[in-house]
């Protein structure tokens, strides 16, 4: 008997260990659901990362982070966060403010366009997130939750 994932993926043989379709699920359910995010996010012009970023920065409060800081926090590790923080700025989504004592310390802050952003975000996020993981009672997502946190703490 074949597992759900192998249907969705139209494998015919069984896969190797659990371990290993245990893998290729996590690896399937996070790029269909970042990719559902996207789609959600779509409509309000920002992508998840410059969510994220968004987040980040309102939880820095007044005083925001330097980049590297940002980078550091990010849920998804980014290449070139200068870059991001760039187009982020472009949008009126962020400000930098270059450190006079040490030029190459840049902080970044959130702009009231940026909060206003993500207010508007997050009632569609909110319905999104209830929506997909309905299904979960709490203590299946504390299971989730605990679970993956191992496999973090693994690597």
Same mark, same amino acid.
């Given at each position: 008997?074949?597992?759900?994932?192998?249907?969705?993926?139209?494998?015919?043989?069984?896969?190797?260990?659990?371990?290993?379709?245990?893998?290729?699920?996590?690896? !399937?359910? #996070? %790029?269909?659901?970042? +990719?559902? @995010? *996207?789609?959600?996010?779509?409509?309000?012009?920002?992508?998840?990362?410059?969510?994220?970023?968004?987040?980040i920065?309102?939880?820095a409060?007044?005083?925001?982070?330097?980049?590297?800081?940002v980078?550091?926090?990010?849920?998804?590790?980014?290449?070139?966060?200068?870059?991001?923080?760039?187009?982020?700025?472009?949008?009126?989504?962020v400000?930098?403010? !270059?450190? #006079? %004592?040490?030029?190459? +310390?840049? @902080? *970044?802050?959130?702009?009231?366009?940026?909060?206003?952003?993500?207010?508007q975000?997050?009632?569609?996020?909110?319905?999104?997130?209830?929506?997909?993981?309905?299904?979960?009672?709490d203590?299946?997502?504390?299971?989730?939750?605990?679970?993956?946190?191992?496999?973090?703490?693994?690597?």
């Open positions: 008997m074949t597992s759900r994932l192998q249907d969705e993926i139209k494998q015919g043989k069984p896969f190797s260990s659990r371990a290993t379709e245990a893998m290729l699920s996590i690896l !399937r359910t #996070a %790029a269909m659901l970042e +990719h559902a @995010t *996207a789609e959600t996010l779509r409509p309000f012009g920002i992508t998840p990362t410059q969510h994220n970023v968004l987040r920065l309102r939880g409060g007044p005083s925001g982070l330097c980049g590297r800081e980078g550091e926090r990010l849920v998804a590790r980014v290449p070139d966060v200068p870059r991001l923080l760039d187009r982020m700025e472009a949008m009126h989504l400000t930098r403010e !270059r450190d #006079a %004592a040490d030029r190459r +310390h840049v @902080t *970044a802050r959130i702009t009231p366009k940026g909060l206003q952003l993500l207010d975000v997050t009632p569609a996020l909110e319905r999104f997130e209830r929506s997909h993981l309905a299904q979960l009672d203590r299946m997502l504390q299971d989730l939750v605990d679970g993956l946190a191992a496999i973090r703490e693994a690597l």
